[in-house]
């Protein structure tokens, strides 16, 4: 079993920055991979970055050059730094970790219950 507990969702202003943060509590289950998606309104869920247990890292264009996603040593938490945010990356935020079940060798993918992100102008 795997918890994911999201916090650093705010208000900040266009051009400004803000850290999200993502705990995993994990019960027989081996995390692979997190990554950080995000749903603005009317929108589908999109990744914005992930990050593999060797510290591989991938982003969506959208975030490149302006986001940058970390990990303790152990993929136990991920971080986000968000930087000159803009309008478009107001969303709610959401943590994802994916993994095999210790006990059934399944894989398995795991959700926060996400985090709001607001971008005044």
């Known amino acids: 079993q795997v918890q994911l507990m999201e916090s650093g969702g705010g208000l900040a202003q266009a051009g400004g920055s803000l850290r999200l943060s993502c705990v995993a509590s994990?019960?027989?289950?081996?995390?692979?991979?997190m990554a950080w998606f995000r749903q603005g309104p009317g929108n589908q869920r999109e990744l914005v970055a992930d990050i593999t247990r060797n510290g591989d890292t991938n982003y969506a264009n959208s975030a490149k050059g302006r986001f940058s996603i970390s990990k303790d040593s152990g993929l136990n938490a991920v971080w986000l730094q968000m930087n000159s945010l803009k309008a478009d990356d107001a969303a709610v935020y959401y943590c994802?970790?994916?993994?095999?079940?210790?006990?059934?060798?399944?894989?398995?993918?795991?959700w926060g219950q996400g985090t709001l992100v607001t971008v005044s102008p």
């Open positions: 994802n970790a994916k993994g095999v079940e210790l006990r059934t060798a399944r894989t398995n993918e795991v």
């Open positions: 994990t019960r027989m289950f081996h995390i692979n991979s």
